[in-house]
């Protein structure tokens, strides 16, 4: 099973800065990589697939980067509705996907 | 627009089993796979299984196999997710999602709070 290690676990920002958010794959996931915003109480929102690709609807301050084992999910201003935790999930390993354990971002 | 709305939380004990549903609209139900994600109180996501909704292939997580069946009904494009022999750490919320064909999942439904207690 690969292992999906996102790092850091809590991440304090001050609204308008920039947050950088890191995952790891165990092994290469090549480009299968997509991130998830979740706030609480509510369902996960995808954000990105294709480690770079941003969905429907979601703000152009939300990017994402890597390939192989190394992502990274940048929020250039943070908003105050971006407070939330953050999840990497590999798609490359068939027929078995993994999640990061997450990353919260939090209001510093 | 695309809608997966689950089944009401449910109280279970120990032993028993659950059965969840979502059933999905706004889209070809069988264009798309079904995924299904837990997520244990204050802990991170889980990833269950998928299945096909165009021929119900199915592939479940190492851990769950044996205890786990998803299904689907094309009729009422519905997805159900079944879950044996509960224990205290299957307490948790359950979500189904529509898995992308590129594997990522696009929508989620709202998730169902399965509680198992004595």
């Known amino acids: 099973e690969i292992v999906m290690t996102q790092s850091p676990a809590t991440l304090s920002v001050s609204p308008g800065e920039r947050a950088t958010l890191s995952c790891r794959a165990s092994?290469?996931?090549?480009?299968?990589l997509a991130w998830y915003q979740q706030k609480p109480g509510q369902a996960p929102r995808l954000l990105i697939y294709?480690?770079?690709t941003r969905a429907t609807g979601i703000p152009a301050r939300f990017s994402g980067s890597g390939s192989g084992t190394e992502f990274t999910l940048t929020i250039s201003s943070l908003q105050s509705e971006d407070f939330a935790v953050y999840y990497c999930?590999?798609?490359?390993?068939?027929?078995?996907?993994?999640f990061g354990q997450g990353t919260k971002v939090e209001i510093k | 627009q695309v809608q997966l709305v689950q089944s009401g939380a449910e109280v279970k004990k120990p032993g028993a089993s659950v059965k969840v549903s979502c059933k999905a609209s706004?889209?070809?139900?069988?264009?798309?796979?079904i995924s299904w994600v837990r997520q244990a109180p204050g802990q991170g996501l889980e990833w269950m299984g998928w299945?096909?909704?165009?021929?119900?292939?199915?592939n479940y997580a190492q851990k769950l196999q044996g205890r786990v069946t998803m299904t689907t009904d094309t009729s009422t494009s519905t997805a159900y997710m079944e879950l044996r022999s509960l224990r205290s750490d299957d307490t948790a919320v359950y979500y189904c999602?529509?898995?992308?064909?590129?594997?990522?999942?696009?929508?989620w439904g709202q998730g169902t709070l399965v509680t198992v207690s004595s």
């Open positions: 999602a529509r898995e992308h064909e590129g594997g990522f999942d696009d929508y």
């Open positions: 706004g889209y070809t139900f069988t264009s798309y796979g």
């Open positions: 294709g480690a770079s």
């Open positions: 299945i096909s909704a165009y021929n119900g292939n199915t």
């Open positions: 999930q590999q798609y490359n390993n068939w027929p078995r996907w993994t």
């Open positions: 092994q290469s996931v090549s480009s299968n």
